[in-house]
C-alpha cells in the first residue's frame, strides 16, 4: 500500500543553522510533491511544490529537492529562526486524486 | 481575495449525535476537500467535490458524508458519532487542474464528541 514517512516526529535546530526534513514514499508516483507548514490550531499552508521532472526548486529561504529514484524529498530552511518553528507536512499529489499526507515533522528553532 | 472559510470553528456533540460541517472555498475554486486530522493518524482523506460530483472517498464508514452545492460551497455530515470522531476536521479548496498552487485550507472545524 501507499506509504508516505516524514523520519523525524521533531526537529531541534539552533537559530542561523540550515533546518533540513526528509520525506520518503513507498509505491506511489506523485506527478507532484508538495510541503506544506502548519501552526497550531491552524489548517496547513501551501509552501512548495516540486514536480516529479524537477530535481531542485528554491523560493527565499526555502529549498526542496525531489529524487524519484530513491522515493525521497529533502526540504531545507536555511537561516532559520524562531518564526520559522511549526509542523511540516510533505505530501504527495497524483495530479489526478487526492494528495496524501505524511504526519508532519514538528521544527523548532532555538533562539 | 477571501480565504477558505470553515464554520463553526468548534463544536461539542455528544456520543450518538450528527454534526454538519460547512466549509466556503475560495472565489473561483469548484474543487473541495476534506481532511480529518488527528494527533495519530495525522490527516486522513475524507472526500473530494467538484461541481457538485464526488469524485474521490477515503477510507471512512457510511456515516461520513458530504455534499457540494452549485455555488460550490461544501458541507459534510457526521451521523452517530462515536468518540473516536473527535479530530480537527480540515476543508481545502483548489482548482482542479492544481498546478503550482496546492490546496488552500481553512482553518478547521474542532469537534469534540463527548
Known amino acids: 500500500s501507499q506509504k508516505i514517512e516524514q523520519n523525524s516526529e521533531a526537529l531541534n535546530i539552533q537559530e542561523g543553522k540550515t533546518a533540513t526534513l526528509t520525506c520518503n514514499y513507498t509505491n506511489y508516483s506523485p506527478a507532484y510533491l508538495q510541503w506544506y507548514r502548519q501552526d497550531p490550531g491552524r489548517g496547513p499552508v501551501f509552501l512548495l511544490l516540486i514536480r516529479e521532472n524537477e530535481k531542485e526548486k528554491r523560493k527565499e529561504r526555502l529549498k526542496v529537492t525531489f529524487d524519484t529514484t530513491l522515493k525521497q524529498s529533502l526540504f531545507h530552511i536555511t537561516a532559520s529562526q524562531p518564526a520559522d518553528s511549526a509542523t511540516y507536512l510533505c505530501a504527495l499529489d497524483p495530479g489526478n486524486d487526492k494528495i496524501i499526507f505524511g504526519k508532519g515533522t514538528r521544527l523548532h528553532i532555538l533562539p | 481575495k477571501a480565504g477558505v472559510t470553515q464554520t463553526p470553528r468548534y463544536l461539542i456533540k455528544t456520543r450518538g449525535q450528527q454534526v454538519t460541517l460547512s466549509c466556503s472555498p475560495i472565489?473561483?475554486?469548484?474543487?473541495v476537500s476534506w481532511y480529518q486530522q488527528t494527533p495519530g493518524q495525522g490527516l486522513q482523506f475524507l472526500f473530494e467535490y467538484f461541481s457538485e460530483t464526488q469524485r474521490n472517498k477515503g477510507n471512512f464508514p457510511g456515516r461520513f458524508s458530504g455534499r457540494q452545492f452549485s455555488n460550490s460551497r461544501s458541507e459534510m455530515n457526521v451521523s452517530t458519532l462515536e468518540l473516536g470522531d473527535s479530530a480537527l476536521y480540515l476543508c481545502?479548496?483548489?482548482?482542479?487542474?492544481?498546478?503550482?498552487?496546492?490546496?488552500?485550507f481553512g482553518s478547521g472545524t474542532r469537534l469534540t464528541v463527548v
Open positions: 481545502a479548496s483548489s482548482l482542479l487542474d492544481r498546478g503550482n498552487y496546492g490546496y488552500t
Open positions: 472565489s473561483g475554486h469548484r474543487s
